[in-house]
């Protein structure tokens, strides 16, 4: 199922720009990291659930990149533009060979089948 997300002929061409520069300098170093490694996770302190899918990571002996960004007081509207560039709602946000896995729940999940394993082969 596509992810819905307005067509660029529905934006004013004046503010197209605007919206196509926005944050943007996050979005590309998380590409960057995302490009280099096998296994990026980016969070935020003051949140637990950057910190569990890391131990799960660690636990299973697979290596990653940690990128944070703030805490709830800052950085929020950097973090936004990850969010509007990935449709990733929360945090962590968990790459896998350039795949989006989801979150921390969701890669304990990957892990106890053993597809995070099939992936990284």
Not at 6 to 18: F, G, M, Q, V, W
Request: proline residues 6%.
């Amino acid at each position: 199922m596509p992810r819905s997300i307005l067509d660029e002929s529905n934006i004013h061409p004046a503010i197209r720009e605007k919206i196509a520069l926005h944050e943007q300098p996050i979005v590309r170093e998380v590409q960057a990291a995302v490009a280099q490694h096998a296994v990026v996770v980016v969070g935020m302190s003051m949140n637990p659930f950057p910190k569990k899918a890391c131990k799960a990571l660690d636990d299973a002996g697979v290596a990653y990149q940690y990128l944070e960004y703030g805490n709830y007081f800052n950085t929020w509207r950097q973090r936004n533009a990850l969010k509007l560039w990935t449709g990733w709602p929360t945090m962590p946000m968990v790459f896998v060979k350039g795949v989006l896995v989801g979150g921390a729940n969701d890669l304990i999940k990957l892990i106890a089948s053993g597809e995070l394993k099939q992936m990284l082969a």
